[in-house]
């Protein structure tokens, strides 16, 4: 399975805060099933990250993963808060893309205007870039007017782990368990992210999430676990 969506990175954002806590993230992260995993630092207009930066920490935990004997393929990334000129920044590689691709995760506002969430997806698209939209049971647009539209517009979507691993009453009153269950039900959910920060706050919850789709959604296992993220990889459209 592939994580596409988390924080291992140290000290460039809010998550790990060394490289100690990075490989603790990474090693319990791959203990629940994960084979790969992408590096989504933030990326806001008022505070970029460098990539440069990424890349080179990236690659020391690359080192230290094959030292310690953790299997795990680590791939580069940024986790974007969409904003206007998102696009020129893709285009100079001033934004990281998902593995060198012309994927790129995105994310708005919580309460951010489902026709603003339309635009934003136009204009990437435009640019020749294929939005992911990060976490998407988290925007009150799609939670309102569901992921149709998104997804006819070019959109993927990636939904977080953690909700799904809620059971019985605490299930059904969750908002997001719900949205997510149900958009994996009809088919409108591409890839999977832990959105992990760190060990005490929002460690990697991923077991779970698998044992629910192996369950109720079996049919998907394939295209969730590994075929979507292997055409990600490829830089190929999603059939």
């Known amino acids: 399975m592939f994580d596409i969506h988390s924080h291992i990175i140290y000290k460039v954002d809010d998550g790990s805060r060394s490289p100690e806590e990075s490989l603790q993230l990474i ?3 791959v ?7 992408f590096a989504t630092s933030h990326y806001y ?20 993963c094959e030292e310690e004997k953790i299997e795990v393929s680590l791939y580069e990334g940024n986790e974007v ?6 696009t020129e920044r893709l285009q100079s590689g001033e934004i990281l893309t998902l593995a060198g691709s012309h994927y790129t995760l995105i994310e708005f506002y919580p309460l951010e205007s489902y026709q603003v969430i ?22 009150r647009g799609l939670r309102e007017h569901g ?9 993927y979507i990636q939904v977080s782990t953690e909700p799904l691993e809620k059971s019985g009453l605490f299930a059904w009153m969750d908002g997001e368990t719900k949205f997510i269950r149900n958009a994996i039900r009809r ?13 005490d706050r929002r460690p990697p919850v ?26 990600l990889i490829e830089d190929k459209e999603l059939g």
Do not use: C
Request: charged share 30%; net charge positive; glycine share 4%.
């Open 187 to 199: 088919r409108q959910v591409h890839f999977l992210g832990t959105d992990m920060h760190r060990m």
């Open 31 to 37: 203990e629940q099933g994960a084979e790969g995993i």
């Open 206 to 231: 991923l077991r779970q999430a698998i044992r629910w789709i192996e369950r109720h959604a079996p049919d998907q296992t394939e295209a969730l676990f590994t075929a979507n993220v292997r055409k």
């Open 118 to 139: 339309l635009k934003a997806v136009r204009n990437i698209r435009r640019a020749g870039f294929r939005p992911i939209i990060a976490h998407a049971e988290r925007f």
């Open 45 to 64: 207009l008022e505070a970029p990250s460098d990539p440069q930066e990424i890349r080179q920490k990236l690659k020391e935990l690359r080192t230290k």
């Open 81 to 86: 808060l969409y904003f206007e000129s998102m």
């Open 27 to 29: 090693r319990s992260d």
């Open 147 to 155: 992921l149709s539209e998104v997804i006819r517009l070019g959109a």
